[in-house]
């Protein structure tokens, strides 16, 4: 069974960096589009950041966008998220998923593969 694995995350203070990781367990995802969510308690999963398969394009909510980068791997099989300058309210459970289209989508539940998710908490 095809897995995502998230990894990275962990409590920073406010303005600190982590650098999440997203690798799948299985087949390789190096020629899907990719994509990071976030899920903080009592609001709903929001996108975060998305990458095509060849790594050209990306996109990314105005509330990450200057501080947040996503990036693929040499072997485009590992997607990253680089958060740099973190404040409290990126505090939440990020998720990747995997999309087979070449481009980027925003909406959770049309990508085809979904990891479990790394908890990341920002303290002021």
């Known amino acids: 069974q095809v897995q995502l694995v998230e990894s990275g995350g962990g409590l920073v203070q406010a303005g600190e960096s982590l650098r999440l990781s997203c690798a799948p367990s299985g087949p390789t995802f190096s020629n899907y589009a990719m994509g990071w969510f976030r899920q903080a308690p009592g609001k709903d999963r929001e996108f975060v950041a998305g990458?095509?398969?060849?790594?050209?394009?990306?996109l990314y909510a105005d509330s990450v966008k200057g501080r947040f980068t996503i990036s693929r791997g040499d072997a485009k099989n590992t997607v990253y998220l680089q958060m740099n300058s973190l404040k409290p309210e990126d505090t939440a459970v990020y998720y990747c998923?995997?999309?087979?289209?070449?481009?980027?989508?925003?909406?959770?539940?049309?990508?085809?593969?979904r990891g479990q998710g790394t908890q990341v908490t920002v303290s002021s």
């Open positions: 998923a995997a999309d087979r289209g070449s481009g980027i989508i925003t909406a959770y539940g049309r990508y085809d593969y």
């Open positions: 990458i095509s398969w060849t790594g050209d394009n990306t």
